[in-house]
């Protein structure tokens, strides 16, 4: 009796199931008949027969319905699926810039360095308003590209408006085909490694753990990774980086999908090949697998995070290819930090907040002119042997204690050379100005020096060594070791 009772339960739930799915198919063709009905009218009866074309109503409906998800999702054409298969290559005709679709407006995640866009002054955060003219205000992102990639050589102008500044600001870039480096380390001093990770794609967790290599071979135990404008790149490339710095069954990352549970979980597998101290460098440029790195360290306390709030692009895109060889690009989950915090629309927040140094519109100005640049090559014909950054003024005993404390430094002495050089050159001297920017002009001024004296790995190391947020960074690192010291 037990038994047959149990039957008609697993017959009445499967009857039920079947009505449930009966009634969802139902609801799903009442939903779907007004487009259909919308697709004959205009078949029949728009007055430009060219544009009721059945293959493009059928693209512009699945790009509306598809548009309405999210910023992220995507319906790729087949050339638009062609593209995103040669991004993974890390080699493509271009600016060098990712983009998104944030709150409705088209802007830049993050320019890649040492690329057109990048040496334009494109920033992250940068809202492209205009494209050769024609306005981005409903533009998707795969639209959007095509406007700005083209043959090597040529040249594109976007409007771009930054901040809260109304106007908007032209640039025109000179298309080429972008390589991307996708890190790359040194040291600071020497007792800091730097690791610069642009893109987490291709062989960027080789590079890392090359680099990583060298520094146990030297004995460092302070890491600077700088992920600032890292618009991220391909997942396992971040579960392989951060595998690197943590020990052995450590959750990295997981994902939840639509039921609320978790789906994929990435554990580290190989244990940590460094064991020191880490500060994470981030801001809103930072996104991605950038925000998957800096979210599995500072979950598992083994970074301290600094910067600005990163991007918040945390969600799983599924690539589901299409009988015509197009695509769809489908959000199916979200990626979520050890800890279980969401990274999508909210990003990571640093540990300690250290915004970026925003130079005023007189030293920008002065910047976009080449006045650093042509200084350098003034000052190099009288200092041939560049900027002696380790020289230390001797102070005398003879000198009297006013004469000490007015004593200027390298830096000051530098300083003054550069505003002799605008009087020379009559340009317009802002003293105040140049007093707030003092940290990015002698940064600019030490990297185009060092760039003429050495080349561009010189050039790289004078920037990150007069970086004023990494220089913190080093602050902070020697501070942590001060600590240990003291609890030891």
Same mark, same amino acid.
């Given at each position: 009796m037990k038994k047959r009772f149990v039957i008609i339960l697993l017959v009445l739930a499967a009857v039920f199931a079947a009505f449930a799915r009966a009634d969802k198919q139902k609801d799903a063709y009442e939903a779907l008949k007004p487009l259909m009905e919308v697709y004959a009218i205009i078949q029949e009866n728009y007055v430009d027969e060219g544009k009721a074309d059945p293959k493009d109503l059928a693209t512009n409906a699945i790009k509306g319905m598809v548009t309405g998800l999210d910023p992220f999702s995507q319906y790729l054409d087949q050339q638009a699926y062609k593209d995103m298969n040669d991004?993974?290559?890390?080699? +493509?005709? *271009? @600016?060098?810039?990712?983009?998104?679709?944030? /709150?409705? #407006?088209?802007? $830049?995640?993050?320019?890649?360095?040492?690329?057109?866009?990048? %040496?334009?002054?494109? =920033?992250?955060?940068?809202?492209?308003?205009m494209i050769e003219g024609d306005t981005t205000d409903g533009m998707d992102v795969n639209d959007a590209v095509h406007k700005l990639r083209g043959e090597p050589g040529t040249k594109v102008t976007i409007s771009v408006q930054r901040g809260n500044v109304a106007d908007y600001k032209d640039f025109t870039i000179t298309r080429a085909i972008i390589k991307i480096e996708t890190a790359r380390y040194n040291t600071i001093g020497e007792d800091v490694g730097y690791?610069?990770?642009?893109?987490?794609?291709?062989?960027? &967790?080789?590079? $890392?753990?090359?680099?990583? =290599?060298? +520094?146990?071979?030297?004995?460092?135990?302070?890491?600077?990774? /700088?992920?600032?404008?890292?618009?991220?790149?391909? @997942?396992?490339?971040?579960?392989?980086?951060?595998?690197?710095?943590?020990?052995k069954n450590t959750l990295i990352v997981y %994902? !939840?999908?639509?039921?609320? %549970?978790?789906?994929?979980?990435?554990? &580290?597998?190989? *244990?940590? #090949? +460094?064991? *020191?101290d880490i500060v994470v460098m981030i801001n809103r440029g930072s996104a991605s697998a950038s925000e998957i790195l800096s979210g599995a360290l500072q979950d598992n306390n083994r970074a301290i995070i600094t910067g600005t709030q990163s991007f918040g692009k945390g969600s799983v895109q599924t690539i589901i290819p299409l009988s015509d060889k197009s695509a769809l690009r489908l959000t199916t989950a979200r990626y979520m930090t050890p800890k279980g915090r969401s990274i999508h629309g909210v990003g990571i927040t640093p540990d300690i907040v250290m915004e970026e140094q925003i130079p005023t519109t007189y030293t920008t100005a002065l910047y976009e002119k080449n006045i650093f640049e042509d200084f350098a090559a003034e000052y190099l014909k009288k200092h041939p042997e560049g900027i002696d950054t380790k020289k230390k003024d001797v102070v005398k005993v003879s000198e009297?204690?006013?004469? $000490?404390?007015?004593?200027? /430094?390298?830096?000051?002495?530098?300083?003054?050379? +550069?505003?002799?050089? @605008?009087? !020379?050159?009559? !340009? /317009? $001297?802002?003293?105040? !100005?140049?007093?707030?920017?003092?940290?990015?002009?002698?940064?600019?001024?030490? %990297?185009?020096?060092?760039? =003429? @004296?050495?080349g561009r790995t010189a050039s790289r190391k004078a920037a990150i060594e007069n970086d004023s947020q990494v220089k913190r960074a080093i602050d902070i690192l020697n501070t942590m070791g001060k600590l240990k010291e003291t609890k030891s």
């Open positions: 991004d993974t290559h890390a080699q +493509f005709g *271009g @600016l060098g810039i990712e983009i998104a679709v944030k /709150d409705g #407006q088209l802007m $830049v995640v993050a320019p890649i360095e040492d690329t057109p866009a990048y %040496t334009a002054g494109i =920033k992250a955060g940068d809202k492209i308003m690791i610069r990770i642009n893109e987490f794609m291709g062989d960027a &967790s080789d590079i $890392v753990e090359k680099g990583l =290599k060298e +520094f146990k071979k030297d004995k460092i135990k302070k890491l600077i990774i /700088d992920l600032r404008d890292d618009p991220g790149g391909l @997942l396992d490339q971040a579960v392989q980086i951060s595998d690197m710095f943590l020990p %994902t !939840e999908g639509r039921a609320k %549970t978790k789906g994929m979980e990435f554990k &580290s597998e190989k *244990g940590e #090949q +460094f064991k *020191g009297s204690d006013i004469k $000490v404390l007015f004593k200027k /430094d390298e830096d000051e002495k530098l300083l003054d050379d +550069f505003i002799k050089y @605008l009087k !020379e050159k009559k !340009e /317009d $001297v802002k003293l105040q !100005e140049i007093v707030m920017d003092k940290d990015s002009i002698l940064k600019w001024i030490k %990297t185009e020096v060092a760039m =003429k @004296l050495k």
